[in-house]
């Protein structure tokens, strides 16, 4: 089973703070996605990166695949309440088909 | 365009119960999935399955079932509820090849 390790689990910042969140592997990934959930809600796609030492922007979110393909990063900006959610990885499962392994998750708060 | 809509939201069951969830699209997507997502561990595939009339395990299958006899139609069902069943459950689509996954708002589960 590939496992896809985030950190940090929680992480709680005033508004205007920059942040980064990890997540690794030991495997190699063809691709890597990340999405946010808001509660009560379903997960939402934000990006995929597909080559190694790929970067991506999303007005304040910048993700990263590691040159590896094993490894990615998001940052964020100015950080705003609005920004506050869960935020997931998650890579395309080995054998085949559209199975997607789901990384343990971060907790980001943002307060005023 | 409804997209993937899960019912019921909430459900509290006690032990042994069985129920089915119920997870329909509308957008035509070969592929559909289960997924339970408990505190600290992300989201695990419970089953999935790439076309009308084939499913298959995923990570966590013990204790549920699915059948798709429809391309719009993913119910999962518990056999005999336990409380370590106690979740929240999330239905997603995609379209074949494609690793963007679209999800339901969730159904929360409580097996007292």
């Known amino acids: 089973t590939q496992l896809l390790e985030q950190s940090p689990q929680f992480l709680s910042i005033q508004e205007g703070e920059n942040l980064t969140v990890y997540c690794n592997s030991s495997s190699v990934f063809s691709s890597l996605q990340w999405y946010r959930q808001e509660p009560g809600e379903g997960p939402v796609l934000l990006v995929t990166?597909?080559?190694?030492?790929e970067v991506k922007k999303l007005k304040r979110l910048t993700f990263q695949f590691g040159d590896a393909r094993k490894d990615s990063s998001l940052h964020i900006t100015a950080a705003q309440p609005g920004d506050t959610g869960l935020y997931l990885c998650?890579?395309?499962?080995?054998?085949?088909?559209?199975?997607?392994?789901f990384g343990t998750g971060t907790q980001l708060k943002v307060e005023l | 365009n409804a997209g993937v809509t899960q019912t019921p939201k909430f459900q509290v069951l006690k032990t042994g119960q069985s129920m089915t969830l119920q997870c329909a699209q509308d957008m035509n997507h070969e592929y559909m999935s289960w997924y339970r997502q408990d505190p600290g561990m992300g989201l695990r595939l419970i089953h999935y399955s790439v076309g009308a009339g084939i499913t298959d395990q995923g990570e966590v299958p013990n204790g549920y079932n699915v059948s798709r006899s429809t391309t719009e139609d993913f119910p999962l069902r518990l056999l005999s509820a336990a409380p370590s069943q106690t979740s929240v459950y999330f239905c997603a689509s995609s379209y074949r090849g494609s690793t963007e996954a679209f999800f339901g708002q969730g159904t929360r589960l409580t097996v007292v």
């Open positions: 998650a890579a395309k499962s080995t054998g085949g088909g559209n199975k997607l392994t």
């Open positions: 990166v597909v080559t190694g030492g």
